[in-house]
Structures are given as structure tokens and as C-alpha cells.
């Protein structure tokens, strides 16, 4: 082996670790959209979801009571 090769039995070994890693982040991602999905609320005015926190609808552009108090 020259000065120059490189031990292929250790990039192996991390590109099959990274290629697992990314499988299980793509295994999760569906319970994180299901986690969004539940995050948003209707639009009051038009039934849009939105995010609870927000204080203009940005489909209706409606301006929304504040939920300051819970």
C-alpha cells in the first residue's frame, strides 16, 4: 500500500454506520409530522389549522384573540 491509499475496512465501517443512522431518522420522521400536525389548531374564522400561539390567521389573515391566559 503506498502513502496514499486508504484502509477501506474503516470508511466501510462508517458509511455503514451513517447509512443506519439515516434510516432511523427517516423511521422517525413520520411521528414527527404526526407531532406538527397535532401542534395546530382550527382558525376560528375560516378552520385552517394553525398554530395555537398565533395572533393572525395566515390563510384568512383574520386577526386572532390573544391566548395569553392559557
Known sequence: MGADSVETAPVREA???AM???AEA???LPQ????VVLARVPCRFCGQ???PAATLCGFCW???PST???
Open 62 to 64: 383574520r386577526k386572532l
Open 26 to 28: 427517516v423511521g422517525l
Open 49 to 51: 389549522m394553525i398554530m
Open 68 to 70: 395569553a391566559g392559557g
Open 20 to 22: 443506519h443512522q439515516l
Open 32 to 35: 414527527a409530522a404526526e407531532a
Open 15 to 17: 458509511v455503514t454506520s
